[in-house]
């Protein structure tokens, strides 16, 4: 199985031999890659079954923990960082979750599905239909989605809680860029996801 391009990039900004909690951690493969390649620490925590069971095959420890009703087992700055990857749309609350993973990492890594990439505009735009793309991949009554964002999106609330983005980054398939303020519009549009390093 070929290694998601946004878990190479998170892998990327994780130092050596610090401590990761990956929310929806999925099959537990970028748990599995840093214990091998940078002898992290840390916890997955997913409320499917089946990823449990993929999980504890790559040798990855998990808890099973519904996030919507949030961390509390955890305390202040357990986590040198906390991963949330491409499930912050799916959330009842994401306001609630984005201030868990700050309050119980010391840096916090998130990505989004960009619901504000062109084809998907122009999918609605040009079909009147709620669009399916790779980073988007269900039917809108089996989506999982419940919070449609998009990169423009995310930083104004990053910034409106006044949290620091320390790295941002933009994909379009293999092609990764820089986010920043100038070319956040251009982002906004041509990117299918976003990746953010954020502190309090």
């Known amino acids: 199985m070929a290694f998601r391009k946004d878990l190479l990039l998170i892998s990327s900004w994780i130092k050596p031999n610090t401590k990761v909690l990956d929310l929806g951690c999925g099959n537990g493969e970028l748990l599995k890659i840093l214990k091998q390649d940078k002898n992290i620490s840390g ?6 079954i089946k990823n449990i069971k993929l999980s504890l095959r790559n040798n ?3 808890l099973q923990m519904d996030l919507d009703k949030g961390l509390n087992g955890f305390e202040l700055e357990s986590f040198d960082y906390v991963v949330l990857s ?6 009842l609350n994401p306001e609630v979750v984005i201030n868990e993973l700050l309050r119980v990492g010391k840096k ?5 599905p960009n619901f504000g990439y062109w084809k998907v505009r122009l999918h609605l735009l040009t079909k009147g239909t709620m669009p399916i793309t790779k980073t988007l991949p269900d039917e809108w009554y ?25 790295k941002s980054l933009a994909l379009n398939g293999h092609n990764v860029s820089l986010i920043n303020d100038t070319n956040l519009g251009i ?14």
Do not use: W
């Open 86 to 91: 491409q499930t912050l749309q799916a959330f």
């Open 142 to 166: 089996n989506t999982p989605n419940l919070h449609m964002c998009t990169i423009k999106d995310f930083v104004y609330f990053v910034k409106s809680r006044n949290f620091k983005i320390f």
């Open 43 to 48: 916890y997955g925590i997913d409320n499917d």
């Open 108 to 112: 916090a890594i998130v990505t989004i």
């Open 187 to 200: 982002k906004n549009l041509f990117a299918d996801l976003g990746i953010f390093l954020i502190e309090k």
């Open 60 to 62: 990855v420890n998990i």
